[in-house]
């Protein structure tokens, strides 16, 4: 099966810009998460779907960071305006339900430069 | 979730077993252990998963003491490309609980 698509596969940008990130999950995963991983930390969750709504955001700073997913299917994480602390690896993955006895598929995430 | 705990690193040598321990004295009785890893620039991996019983797969086996306390992942002959941060984590394996990661076992395989 295809993996999860992420794209741009980098990105620089300056403080105080805007920036968008796009994610296709695996067909017919309900499940959508939302990673931000800072170099040398493990990943850390901002936002989870189960299909077109949201289940949990408390990780999100919602004062700059929005994220969608129409249709249930992608997913868009903007950043708005971008802060130098917010560079790091953007990771999406999905899975087919919430139960972790189905395992989480990750894609290769978006990093993400602010200058 | 539980808290976990793992080595900041290890080495292991090419073609031998590798032996990834982590400690997780406080795991509830319906929480499950499960390892991921993460090769350089690439998203984490599903390894495995297990609640009580030892597990295997094409992968690797876990090894889960009898108290749940603590257990280890186990790569039963370590290539090089096995060099990666590998994460266990303990939640529950139902409902929308998270998949929380720690600062993992940075693993590093010598030739």
């Known amino acids: 099966e295809a993996g999860v698509a992420q794209s741009p596969r980098y990105k620089i940008i300056e403080k105080r810009q805007s920036v968008a990130f796009w994610c296709n999950p695996i067909s017919g995963h309900a499940t959508l998460y939302w990673y931000q991983q800072i170099l040398g930390q493990g990943p850390k969750l901002l936002i989870q779907f189960q299909n077109n709504g949201v289940v949990d955001d408390s990780q999100l700073p919602k004062d700059r960071f929005s994220a969608e997913r129409l249709k249930g299917v992608d997913s868009t994480l903007k950043i708005q305006p971008a802060k130098l602390e917010d560079s790091a690896v953007y990771l999406c993955?999905?899975?087919?339900?919430?139960?972790?006895?189905?395992?989480?598929?990750f894609g290769s995430g978006t990093r993400l430069t602010v200058v | 979730d539980a808290k976990t705990t793992q080595p900041t690193s290890m080495d292991c040598a090419e073609g031998r077993a590798a032996n990834l321990p982590c400690n997780h004295s406080t795991i509830s009785g319906n929480e499950y252990v499960y390892w991921y890893r993460q090769i350089h620039s690439q998203g984490p991996q599903y390894i495995i998963h297990?609640?009580?019983n030892n597990e295997t797969n094409e992968m690797a086996s876990l090894i889960i003491t009898e108290d749940r306390k603590s257990s280890t992942l186990i790569l039963p002959h370590a290539t090089l490309r096995d060099t990666a941060v590998y994460y266990c984590?303990?939640?529950?394996?139902?409902?929308?609980?998270?998949?929380?990661f720690g600062t993992g076992t940075r693993l590093t395989i010598i030739p």
């Open positions: 984590i303990v939640r529950v394996g139902f409902g929308n609980e998270k998949l929380t």
């Open positions: 297990g609640l009580k």
């Open positions: 993955a999905s899975s087919l339900q919430a139960t972790l006895n189905y395992g989480y598929t």
